[in-house]
Nanobody, 121 residues
Framework: QVQLVESGGGLVQAGGSLSLSCAAS????????MAWFRQGQGKEREFVAA?????SYSHSVKGRFTISRDNAKNTVYLQMNSLKPEDTAVYYC?????????????????WGQGTQVTVSS
């Protein structure tokens, strides 16, 4: 497992942008599939985006969010543009060993503590 620490959440108006970062421990970051999930109040945790050599996005964020990684910095990013009130949630970074794209929370075995994103209307 790796240790994950998210940062970058906050309050933004609808239509605005935020960038999240997730720093990972360890020397083998490049061999991990990384993903972002989110959980709104009273809702189940849902997939947002994942990255290996490829990327995958949920339909609700495709075209607005961009996931990227910098293996030299052991960091994965989530650039969020055109934010909507329904994007309000706690955003979690997740990692799994191997480079197969995964989109289910149960496929990931390392999780960050989460960072709150609030989009006001």
């Amino acid at each position: 497992q790796v240790q994950l620490v998210e940062s970058g959440g906050g309050l933004v108006q609808a239509g605005g942008s935020l960038s999240l970062s997730c720093a990972a421990s360890g020397r083998t970051f490049s061999t991990y599939a990384m993903a972002w999930f989110r959980q709104g109040q009273g809702k189940e945790r849902e997939f947002v985006a994942a990255i290996t050599w490829f990327t995958s996005y949920s339909h609700s964020v495709k075209g607005r969010f961009t996931i990227s990684r910098d293996n030299a910095k052991n960091t994965v990013y989530l650039q969020m543009n055109s934010l909507k009130p329904e994007d309000t949630a706690v955003y979690y970074c997740a990692a799994r060993k191997g480079l197969d794209i995964a989109t289910r929370a149960g496929d990931f075995d390392s999780w960050g503590q989460g960072t709150q994103v609030t989009v006001s209307s």
